[in-house]
């Protein structure tokens, strides 16, 4: 009798165990997801200032460039998501680059911005893509922002497909706050360059990340106009950035609790073959 209840006590436990791994093994994506989204708004707000450094040391040479883009045309390289250059991928090398955010509040997004593009900084945010206006706004510019979609354990653009016409989205850049009004949705193949061209009298930007996730034969682009950027679509982001860290720590919480749930079951049931 004692033999079959002991036999019966790690019978249960195997079945905890094994029910444990399954659930870390579906939970682990949104877990590391959320530990790296937690990162990014740290990251983001720790290096305000150098990121506004950044901008200012540049300043003068993009107006440069935007000004010949806007009298040459623009020339995006609309394949750069495939960019696979050995850069350095060291914390200082995405220091030197970071400018900013893009924030998406209809769809609790942030991500950090950076003014150049190769797989280094593709995996750590956005980039402003090659050949397109700088985000610095103005009548004439179209600047184009890349991100990568379906990279594990990290967010990026992977839900920029929720964004709707009417949303806004806000490039940050140094002490700069951009606000574009979504206005024109399309999936296109990556040759197809004619889409970035820059409109006259209208200041534009785009979205842009690789589709279907995971096949990535396409890219999927959201356009928008510039509008002022309003106290209301200021209040927009802070409580998406709030709501989202929140949420972010309570999903981090609960796997916490259930480790140590688990951890607990497990040390009662030897506990108990022990003593018995």
């Given amino acids: ?4 209840k ?13 029910f444990f791994v399954g659930l870390a093994i579906f939970a682990y994506p949104f877990v590391a997801n959320a530990i ?3 990162s990014t ?5 720790q290096d305000k200032q ?13 107006k440069r460039r935007n000004k010949e883009l806007a009298e040459q045309g ?3 390289n609309a394949d750069a998501l495939r960019e696979r250059s050995a850069t350095s991928k060291s914390a200082a090398y995405r220091a030197k680059h970071l400018i900013g955010t893009v924030n998406m509040p209809s769809i609790r997004s942030e991500t950090l911005l950076y003014d150049v593009t190769n797989e280094a ?3 750590s945010g956005a980039t402003v893509l090659p050949g397109t206006s700088y985000p610095s706004g103005g009548k004439g510019n179209h600047t184009v922002i890349s991100a990568h979609s379906g990279i594990p354990g990290k967010q990026l653009f992977s839900r920029l497909e929720r964004l709707k016409r009417g949303d806004v989205f806000v490039l940050t850049v140094g002490k700069q706050k ?3 009004k979504v206005f024109r949705r399309q999936t296109v193949k990556p040759q197809r360059t004619d889409v970035l061209r820059a409109e006259p009298g209208r200041d534009l930007a785009t979205l842009m990340t690789c589709t279907p996730i995971g096949v990535n034969s396409h890219r999927f682009l959201v356009t928008g106009y510039r509008v002022p950027y309003t106290e209301r679509i200021a209040k927009q982001v802070q409580s998406a950035n709030r709501h989202r860290h929140w949420w972010q720590l309570a999903l981090i919480g609960a796997a916490v609790l259930a480790v140590l749930g688990c951890g607990w079951f497990v040390i009662r049931a030897i506990r108990r073959h022990r003593q018995a």
């Fill in 178 to 180: 951009l606000a574009y």
């Fill in 74 to 76: 623009l020339m995006p």
């Fill in 1 to 4: 009798m004692a033999k079959r």
């Fill in 41 to 45: 708004s740290l990251r983001a707000r």
């Fill in 36 to 38: 790296n989204d937690i």
């Fill in 121 to 123: 900084l593709l995996q």
């Fill in 6 to 18: 002991s036999a019966r006590r790690w019978g249960d436990v195997i079945v905890v165990l094994v």
């Fill in 50 to 62: 150098l990121a506004e450094a950044n901008v200012k040391r540049e300043a003068a040479a993009q």
